[in-house]
């Protein structure tokens, strides 16, 4: 007797989008049968809303609203529920995922929509959380992997653009900001209709039409401009940039990379599978060789990072500060020889499978799919993304990932960033 296997698929999503256009999208996905279910917001609110002396605000936003969601845990309505709610920022706004019970679900989208309103924290808790952030801002600044990321992203990005600075911002914008800044931004740029909410249960045993009812409540009260699109902007390497600094041991921290791709080229899913190959696991080629030959580092990563538009491709290690010459030396001479050789086919075959194989199982929590969907629609990707995605990588022969390396990774055109004692520039 043949068993019919079905092939596994992305879960599908119903889109709830007002008429007017002027409230929040509520996109809905049916997973039968879990007793757990998943909320995940987003708010469209780029970084690059913020002027150079306000730079840090936007992810200021995003924990002003975790503080008061953890305070409304004291609440009697939460005092017996599963409701965990965690927050987060990137480039693109705020974002926020949820973990709780089927029939919490109104709950937390009642939360969520508080996200159009100001936060309400007090001046103390303002205080606290600027003090906080200047305080892991300077902690950053004397921190080697953080101090060469800092340097690595201006070295990659145009110096105009918002992406060549930290998210949280620097040390004179963040102290600067002041509680009121919080309501001046929710005013000029959050509205109802820069939220979407996904919601991943079975929806059997959600109240899904109270959820509509609720956010149907929720209009644009005015038209407000919608942020500008600002894409980042990579520059020509090659480059390199020494930062002296006082370490606590004999180590030096380096990143090499340059400016990539994102989801939406032809070579991403070879894109994912090259950083895998090359730094992505203990016996991959970066690893086998700085690690395994040459003793230079306990470890090496390597990974391609995609942003909206545009991306980063990086390789990073730590090493003895007398070696990161050499270290450096053997990146090169390492991503030149798989240039010019390919990778081992075997470990395409393998990484292929393993790529397939890996997608039902990171996908199979409703937090892990509410997750996933709040990243699609930061991205403005369809749903339909992931399973096109799949498909292209399950195809991915030998050949094409050899032809996208040449492509995507050039020693040769490479900035480099490095942070050591008493090391020079080149």
Not at 67 to 96: E, N
Not at 119 to 138: D, F, V, Y
Not at 248 to 253: H, I, M, P, R
Not at 376 to 399: F, K, N, R, W
Request: glycine content about 8%; hydrophobic content about 40%.
């Amino acid at each position: 007797m043949d068993l019919l296997i079905t092939p596994w698929t992305f879960p599908a999503a119903e889109t709830a989008t007002p008429a007017s256009g002027r409230g929040p999208r509520v996109h809905l996905v049916d997973m039968p049968g879990h007793g757990t279910a998943a909320v995940g917001a987003q708010i469209a609110l780029p970084s690059s809303v913020e002027s150079q002396e306000s730079e840090g605000i936007v992810s200021a936003l995003a924990e002003a609203h975790q503080l008061v969601f953890d305070g409304q845990r004291t609440a009697p309505v939460f005092r017996r529920s599963a409701v965990a709610m965690h927050g987060g920022c990137d480039h693109q706004g705020p974002k926020f995922l949820a973990d709780c019970l089927p029939d919490e679900v109104l709950l937390v989208v009642r939360q969520l929509l508080s996200l159009t309103d100001p936060p309400a924290i007090s001046p103390e808790q303002w205080t606290a959380l600027r003090e906080r952030r200047l305080a892991e801002l300077k902690a950053e600044a004397d921190t080697p992997p953080a101090l060469a990321n800092k340097v690595f992203q201006e070295a990659i990005h145009d110096a105009t653009h918002r992406y060549a600075r930290p998210l949280g911002g620097m040390i004179s914008s963040v102290g600067r900001l002041d509680r009121d800044e919080l309501t001046r931004l929710v005013e000029a740029w959050v509205r109802p209709s820069a939220i979407d909410i996904v919601i991943v249960a079975d929806l059997a045993r959600v109240a899904v039409a109270d959820v509509c009812r609720l956010v149907a409540g929720y209009r644009d009260r005015n038209r407000r401009p919608e942020p500008l699109a600002d894409p980042p902007r990579g520059t020509a390497g090659p480059s390199e940039t020494v930062v002296p600094a006082q370490l606590a041991g004999e180590d030096a921290y380096l990143i090499a990379g340059d400016f990539a791709i994102d989801r939406r080229d032809a070579d991403w899913p070879a894109a994912r599978m090259i950083a895998q190959l090359l730094g992505g696991t203990v016996d991959s080629v970066l690893s086998e060789e700085l690690r395994g030959r040459r003793s230079l580092t306990y470890g090496v990563e390597s990974r391609f990072v995609p942003y909206t538009q545009g991306g980063i491709f990086y390789i990073k290690l730590s090493t003895a500060r007398d070696r990161v010459r050499e270290a450096q030396s053997a990146i090169r001479d390492t991503l030149a020889a798989v240039r010019m050789d390919g990778f081992d086919v075997g470990r395409i075959i393998s990484e292929r499978d393993r790529m397939v194989d890996d997608a039902p199982r990171l996908y199979e929590s409703p937090l892990g799919v509410a997750h996933q969907y709040t990243e699609l629609i930061s991205c403005g990707l369809a749903p339909t993304y992931i399973d096109e995605h799949m498909e292209q990588v399950a195809a991915l022969e030998p050949d094409r990932v050899h032809d996208a390396l040449i492509r995507l990774v050039d020693p040769a055109e490479m900035h480099v960033a490095i942070v050591a004692n008493g090391l020079q520039g080149a």
